[in-house]
Nanobody, 115 residues
Framework: QVQLVESGGGLVQPGGSLRLSCAAS????????MRWYRQAPGKERELVAY????????IYADSVKGRFTISRDNAKNTVYLQMNSLKPEDTAVYYC????????WGQGTQVTVSS
């Protein structure tokens, strides 16, 4: 079955960095677009970043452009989100996502940016 397992979240001070990972299994990872979303308390889930199956194309939300970088390692079936210059408004649960016949989500990883 399809599994997405996020890791790497935590508490970080404003201006700090974190690297999130999402390990995927149960489908042919190399063939699929991967996405990172986030959901802050009381807000809707929003798309943060997208990466094409080969990794050559990426798209970012305006709020994270220039600070976040999405990448993937198809040999390891893993997608990453490098987050730099973190701000308090980046605080959220971060989820990775793949759309196969259905919409699949991981369990999420909490990122808290606070001094």
């Amino acid at each position: 079955q399809v599994q997405l397992v996020e890791s790497g979240g935590g508490l970080v001070q404003p201006g700090g960095s974190l690297r999130l990972s999402c390990a995927a299994s149960g489908f042919f990872f190399n063939n699929y677009v991967m996405r990172w979303y986030r959901q802050a308390p009381g807000k809707e889930r929003e798309l943060v970043a997208y990466i094409s199956s080969g990794g050559g194309s990426t798209i970012y939300a305006d709020s994270v452009k220039g600070r976040f970088t999405i990448s993937r390692d198809n040999a390891k079936n893993t997608v990453y989100l490098q987050m730099n210059s973190l701000k308090p408004e980046d605080t959220a649960v971060y989820y990775c996502n793949v759309v196969l016949r259905g919409n699949y989500w991981g369990q999420g990883t909490q990122v808290t940016v606070s001094s």
